[in-house]
């Protein structure tokens, strides 16, 4: 079975969203340019950081799902590494839910893990493509 199959979905379906955040978010900016750039509220900054983190995520995500099969990595290895990339989407998701609480430090947890998770996708990555002869 192709191993990054749902990266590639999951990284579409980000790329969908995130696209349709952006563009909320540049049709609603105008009223906070009038004011000047430092008077952004936290919480649209932060929505903003959603936004601007989904989209390479998305697209990390995209690449994963087709480079994977090309790794010389064991079966295992290969799911932990989808699924890694996969939760990694928990770190925007975090910035949203931040956003939308005014910038709450109550899901500053979620965005870490979302963080480490990429970190460690990453560095499985790193491993298969240092054994691959072909990468």
Known sequence: ????????????????????????????????????FYAVPLGRVLLKAAHTHGMPFALYNIIIGSLLDRLALSASWKKQCSIFTMVAFIMPIGLLLRGITDGAMTFAPVVLIGALCLFISALIVVKGALASKTV
């Open 1 to 36: 079975m192709f191993a990054g199959r749902l990266n590639i979905i999951a990284g579409g379906i980000v790329i969908v969203l995130g696209g349709l955040g952006g563009f909320i978010l540049g049709f609603t900016m105008d009223p906070y340019f009038a004011k000047g």
